[in-house]
C-alpha cells in the first residue's frame, strides 16, 4: 500500500484546507525515510505562501521507523508545539523530534496537524 | 427575542481582520464579531461560564497574533473553514425557515464544525466547550441583566463607601448568600486593586468563615489567578490563604475579582501585619517574621534558591517609571534620524535622548494597555508573559478606534516623539518632596554627611552584575499582603506578582515597608525630621543598633530580625551589595509612589541613598568601617 500523508490548515488565510502528499509523488525518498518539505516558497511539497512569518525552506516532515518526525531549519520565527499544560506558552522545537498524528505544530503563523490516517 | 443577523457580524468581522491586518476573514474574526455583542447570545453564553467575553477577545487575538504590514492579496477572502461554517449556518437558516442568517444559526456552527481556533481557545481557557451547543439552541436572550440579590452590609469599623460596580461584584460572588457583611479593607494594594474582607452570612443566619476578596483590573485577576495555579498552590504551608477557583468578571466593568479563604484568629477577623503594629512588642513581631513568615514558607519558597547571576536591570528596571514616554508620531516615514531602540540596547544611549527627538522601537512586547489613558506600554523581550520584562516604554495618543493591541503582541516598529524621560520623572517626583539640599548634584547633602543621589547613581547601580539567588518569591511582600491566623500563623495574599526571581527582593520590599509604616509614623513632618533616622539606618546596614535605649532603635528591632533572614539567604555569606542593590531601587520606586506621604517618600529617598552609601563602602575597602559619620572618603570621591 502506498503511504500517504495528510495534513490540515488550521489557522490563517487557509485555515481548512487539507494537504494530501503520497509516497513517490510527492517528496523526497532516500533508503529508510519519506521527506517533505514545509515552507513559503512554491517548490515546497505543502507551501504556506500566505503566512509572512514563515521562512522560504521552514521545516521537514520525515516519515521513518514507522513514525513521523518533524525538523525545524534553523528559523528565525520558529516551528512550535502545543503546549497541553500552558496554553499560552508553545514550545520552540530544537533539531528534530517525534511527532504524533493529531498533535498541533506551528510553523510561522499557521497551526498544522497531520491527520491521523484511515 | 432573535439574535442580530449575520449582516452585522459580517460587517464587524470584516473591521476585526483589518485591524488584526488579516485581511482574510476566519472563524476567528466572525467569533469576536460575536463576543462583541453586548448582552449577546455568544457573549451571554461565555459570561455564564466564568468569563470574560474581553478577556476571550484578547486571548483569541494573542493565540492568533497581529499580521504582518505588508498586503499579499486585495480584498478579504473568505477562508475553506468559514465557508464550511457558513455553509452549515445556510442550512440550519433553512431548516428553521429563517429569512437570513443570525447569531444563533452561527455559533450553532461553528461548535458544531468543532476545530475552529476560537474552540481551541476556549478550550485552553477551560471553558467547557461541550454544554455549550445545547444552549446555543436553547438559550432566550432578554435584554434585563438579572442581577442576583444578597444584602450587603458595611461594618461600622469600615467606615467608608463601596461604588456600584464592587457592589455588583460582590452580589455575584456571594450568589446564594442571604447577606454578608464587609469587614475592613486591606491598605496598601499599590496596585489598581482593592482587597477587602467579607463575612458570608447564610440565610439561617450562620457566619461562614471569612474570606479576603480581591478586586481589580480584569486582565490582572486573571493573571494572578493562573499565577497561584503554576507558583503558588502546590508550595503552601498547610494551613494558610488559598484561592477559590473561579474568576468573578461581570460584563458591565472592566473590573474582575477573586476571593481567598482564610484561616483567622478565634474572633473570625483577619489582621494585616499592619493591624498588630503598636498592639505588639516589637520582639514579637520580630520573632514572628523569622520563625512564622520565613520558617512556614520558606521552605518551600526562599530556602529553595539556586545560584542566580544576573545584571541589575533583568530583576529591577520594571519597578522603576518607564525609560521613556513616547507621543505617538503619525507620520512613520519621517524618522530618518530617529534613534532606533531594539535588543541589545545600549543603556548609556538612553541617557542621552531629550525631549522632542524622534524614537523608533523594534520588536518591542506589549506590556499593558490602557484604553482609558489612550496608552500602550512596551517592554523588551519576546517571550512568555513575564511581569518584569524591563525598557518599559510608554506610548501616548493611540487611537483604539483604528488600531489595535493586545497584552503579549510583539510590535515591529513604532515611532514617537519623547514626551518625557525617566530621568525627569524620577526628577519630579523628587522635586515634590521640597528638598532642602541640591537634589541636582552627583551627591546628596544630609547636614554635614554625603551620599549619593539616587536618582543620579541608579543608572550605574541597574548595570552592576549580581552574584545572587533565584527561587519561588511573593513579588509584592509589604505588610498589608501578610495576614495573621489562627495560632499566630502566617498568611498570605496576593499573588499577582508570584514568579521565580531574586530570592532577597521580598525581603528588600518588606523592609521598605516596615521602615515607612513602622518606624516612620513616630517621627515628625520634614526633612530635618527624617534626617534622625541616618545614623540608625547607617547602623543597620552594619548589622548593628545604633543607640539601644532610643525608642526609634526598639522599632528597628524587627527590621534587623528581617536582617538575620536576608544574612542567610545571601548567596556569598556577608556580600551584602546583593541586598543593598535591591533595596536601593526598591526604595527609588516608593520615591516616585503618590500613594505615600510625603514624608514616606523622603524616607525612601533617604534608604535609597543609605544604601547606595553601603555599596560605595563596599567597594572602596580603604573606607574605615568604625566611623560611619566621616563623609571624607565619599565627598573627596564625588568632588564635593
Not at chain 2, 439552541?137 to 463607601?161: H, W, Y
Not at chain 2, 476578596?213 to 494572578?224: F, L, N, R, T
Amino acid at each position: 500500500m502506498v503511504k500517504t500523508l495528510s495534513v490540515i490548515v488550521l489557522s490563517g488565510a487557509e485555515d481548512g484546507r487539507t494537504h494530501t502528499f503520497s509516497q513517490g509523488h510527492e517528496g523526497y525518498e532516500s533508503e529508510d525515510s519519506w521527506s517533505l518539505s514545509v515552507g513559503r516558497r512554491n517548490d515546497n511539497d505543502l507551501c504556506l505562501q500566505f503566512d509572512t512569518f514563515a521562512s522560504r525552506q521552514h521545516a521537514k516532515l520525515h516519515w521513518k521507523n514507522k513514525q513521523w518526525w518533524l525538523e525545524d531549519c534553523n528559523t528565525v520565527n520558529g516551528t512550535f508545539l502545543e503546549n497541553t499544560s500552558d496554553f499560552f506558552s508553545e514550545e520552540r522545537i530544537k533539531g528534530i523530534i517525534p511527532i504524533q498524528e493529531g498533535e498541533l505544530f506551528r510553523i510561522g503563523r499557521t497551526w498544522l496537524r497531520i491527520q491521523p490516517n484511515e | 427575542m432573535a439574535t442580530i443577523d449575520i449582516k452585522d457580524i459580517l460587517i464587524s468581522a470584516r473591521l476585526e481582520a483589518t485591524r488584526m491586518r488579516h485581511y482574510y476573514l476566519g472563524i476567528e474574526h466572525l467569533f469576536i464579531a460575536m463576543l462583541e455583542v453586548r448582552g449577546g447570545l455568544t457573549s451571554t453564553l461565555i459570561f455564564e461560564a466564568g468569563f470574560n467575553p474581553e478577556y476571550v477577545i484578547e486571548s483569541i487575538r494573542r493565540k492568533v497574533g497581529k499580521g504582518s504590514r505588508h498586503r499579499l492579496w486585495a480584498g478579504i477572502p473568505t477562508t475553506p473553514r468559514a465557508d464550511v461554517v457558513l455553509g452549515i449556518a445556510d442550512e440550519l437558516m433553512k431548516e428553521s425557515e429563517l429569512p437570513h442568517i443570525t447569531e444563533r444559526e452561527l455559533l450553532i456552527a461553528i461548535l458544531d464544525e468543532g476545530d475552529n481556533v476560537p474552540l481551541r481557545v476556549l478550550s485552553g481557557l477551560g471553558v467547557d466547550v461541550k454544554s455549550l451547543p445545547q444552549q446555543a439552541k436553547t438559550r432566550q436572550i432578554t435584554r434585563a441583566v438579572t442581577q442576583p440579590f444578597v444584602s450587603i452590609d458595611l461594618a461600622p469599623q469600615f467606615g467608608e463607601e463601596l461604588n456600584k460596580d464592587e457592589l455588583f461584584i460582590l452580589r455575584r460572588m456571594f450568589h446564594g448568600y442571604a447577606q454578608v457583611r464587609v469587614e475592613t479593607r486591606l491598605r496598601g494594594g499599590y496596585s489598581d486593586s482593592t482587597l477587602i474582607v467579607i463575612t458570608p452570612i447564610q440565610g439561617d443566619n450562620r457566619e461562614d468563615a471569612p474570606v479576603v476578596v480581591k478586586i481589580g483590573p480584569h486582565d490582572a485577576i486573571y493573571d494572578e489567578a493562573q499565577r497561584y495555579e503554576r507558583h503558588v498552590k502546590g508550595t503552601l504551608p498547610p494551613l494558610t490563604a488559598r484561592l477559590e477557583d473561579t474568576v468573578i468578571a461581570p460584563q458591565i466593568s472592566d473590573l474582575a475579582a477573586l476571593k481567598y479563604t482564610l484561616i483567622t484568629d478565634d474572633n473570625g477577623r483577619a489582621l494585616d501585619v499592619r493591624g498588630i503594629v503598636g498592639v505588639w512588642e516589637n520582639s514579637k513581631l520580630a520573632n514572628w517574621l523569622y520563625e512564622k513568615l520565613y520558617n512556614s514558607f520558606g521552605t518551600n519558597w526562599w530556602m529553595q534558591s539556586r545560584p542566580y547571576r544576573f545584571e541589575t536591570w533583568q530583576e529591577y528596571d520594571w519597578l522603576l517609571p518607564p525609560i521613556l514616554t513616547l507621543e505617538l508620531a503619525k507620520n512613520e516615514d519621517a524618522t530618518e534620524d530617529a534613534i532606533v531602540l531594539r535588543l541589545p540596547i545600549k543603556r548609556a544611549r538612553l541617557n542621552h535622548i531629550e525631549y522632542g527627538e524622534t524614537v523608533v522601537v523594534e520588536n518591542f512586547v506589549v506590556h499593558r494597555v490602557d484604553r482609558e489613558q489612550k496608552s500602550i506600554t512596551l517592554a523588551l523581550g519576546q517571550s512568555g508573559g513575564s511581569i518584569t520584562r524591563p525598557y518599559q516604554i510608554k506610548i501616548r495618543g493611540i487611537n483604539f478606534e483604528e488600531d489595535t493591541y493586545f497584552r503579549g503582541e510583539v510590535v515591529d516598529k513604532l515611532a514617537g516623539r519623547v514626551w518625557k524621560t525617566r530621568n525627569e520623572e524620577l526628577e519630579n517626583a523628587v522635586r515634590a518632596l521640597e528638598p532642602d539640599f541640591d537634589h541636582k548634584q552627583n551627591a546628596v547633602r544630609f547636614g554635614d554627611f554625603y551620599a549619593p543621589n539616587p536618582i543620579m547613581a541608579y543608572t550605574t547601580l541597574l548595570d552592576t552584575p549580581v552574584f545572587g539567588s533565584l527561587s519561588t518569591i511573593h513579588g509584592d511582600l509589604h505588610m498589608g499582603n501578610i495576614l495573621i491566623g489562627a495560632n499566630d500563623t502566617a498568611l498570605l495574599i496576593d499573588f499577582g506578582h508570584t514568579r521565580e526571581g531574586h530570592t532577597l527582593m521580598d525581603w528588600a520590599t518588606l523592609e521598605v515597608s516596615l521602615l515607612s509604616e513602622l518606624v516612620l509614623p513616630h517621627l515628625e513632618d520634614g526633612w530635618a525630621s527624617v534626617r534622625q533616622l541616618i545614623p540608625y539606618l547607617i547602623a543597620l546596614n552594619e548589622s548593628r543598633i545604633y543607640s539601644e535605649s532610643s525608642p526609634i532603635s526598639q522599632k528597628l528591632i524587627p527590621i534587623l530580625r528581617l536582617r538575620q533572614i536576608v544574612a542567610e539567604r545571601l548567596a556569598k555569606p556577608n556580600h551584602w551589595e546583593e541586598y543593598f542593590i535591591g533595596l536601593a531601587l526598591l526604595a527609588l520606586r516608593g520615591v516616585t509612589w503618590e500613594t505615600l506621604s510625603v514624608n514616606q517618600r523622603r524616607l525612601m529617598f533617604l534608604v535609597s541613598a543609605l544604601a547606595m552609601f553601603a555599596i560605595a563602602k563596599k567597594q572602596s575597602p580603604t573606607d574605615d568601617h568604625n566611623t560611619p559619620f566621616d563623609d571624607t572618603e565619599f565627598s573627596k570621591n564625588t568632588g564635593l
